[in-house]
């Protein structure tokens, strides 16, 4: 009986890990095909023109994802135009946390008028292969898709005027540049992201 104990803990403890693990820096993301909020599926292959890519995993209801919202607007306009696109997913299941089903997706979008893609990770299936585990949770990859830098936004996330270091927007400077973002890697801060068992 204690060895079966022991044997399912240690299952349980591997499983979980596996979970947690996805992109490191350096690694290529895969594409992926989402749904976004206009009835569209949305690949990065869309981005014909991207010099790199701002991936967001974020969702309706949370209050850390909330807090950012204004931020997020602000560095697809910032960047967008300089070839660094935001494309915000979704990744947390709507039958364990309604308020962040597609439709609400689409009334939030519309009425905080969102110039970016906003993504429905229906079934799951891209958040793990990136890792992400927090909403908002960051990945930005260079053109040719590798990853680049993963964590924060910035370092403050319940006041924007108290911002000290913005990483998103360093780590971008660093690549245009030619240079690795450093950090490359930051502690994400927000809600756990909501799935079953």
Known sequence: MKNILITALFTAFFASLSICQG??????????????????????????????????????????????????????????????????INPNDPQVEPEDDYDTMVKLSKKKKYPFAYLFDDGQKVYPKFGATRTPHVFILDKDKKVKYIGAIDDEARDESAVQVRYVENAIAAIESGKDPNPSMTKAVGCGIKKKG
């Not at 749904?35 to 990065?44: E, H, I």
């Not at 981005?47 to 950012?68: E, L, R």
Request: aromatic residues 14%.
């Open 23 to 88: 992109y490191k820096v350096g690694d290529v993301a895969e594409d992926f095909s989402l749904k976004n909020v206009d009835g569209k599926m949305v690949s990065l292959a869309d981005y014909k023109n991207a010099k790199g890519y701002i991936i967001i995993f974020t969702c309706n209801h949370c209050p850390y994802a909330k807090m950012y919202e204004k931020r997020i607007i602000e560095l697809h306009k910032k960047y967008e135009k300089a070839g660094f696109p935001v494309i915000a």
